[in-house]
């Protein structure tokens, strides 16, 4: 997966919990295009890493938010991050030597 869809998906949850219309897990999961895992997995990375205080309401089949939260990213555009992902991927495909892994570091440095 791209860090771009990544990160709409993030976005379209936060969206939609904020509006109090994300229906159930199936539904949510539906609507995006995703897997009831996946989505599991997203809004676990969005409670623990992002420290969003994401709850489900069982009775109303919505997600919600405890308190008001805003979504505060910095994110670096979504070229560059796929992009240095792409190029961590062909180093473990290629086992590439130390040199070229330097070269690659610097770049990843560059735009981190």
Do not use: C
């Not at 473990?92 to 770049?107: C, G, P, R, V, W």
């Amino acid at each position: 997966m791209s860090y771009t869809n990544y990160h709409k998906r993030i976005n379209q949850i936060h969206s939609l919990i904020q509006r109090g219309s994300t229906g159930s897990r199936g539904v949510l999961a539906t609507r995006l295009g995703v897997s009831i895992s996946t989505l599991h997995n997203t809004i676990n990375y969005m409670r623990n890493t992002l420290d969003a205080p994401i709850k489900y309401n069982v009775t109303l089949k919505t997600y919600y938010y405890t308190t008001d939260w805003q979504m505060n990213l910095m994110f670096k555009p979504a070229k560059e991050i796929d992009r240095a992902m792409e190029l961590l991927q062909m180093m473990e495909q290629l086992e590439i030597d130390m040199a070229s892994f330097l070269k690659i570091l610097t770049i990843i440095k560059q735009i981190s």
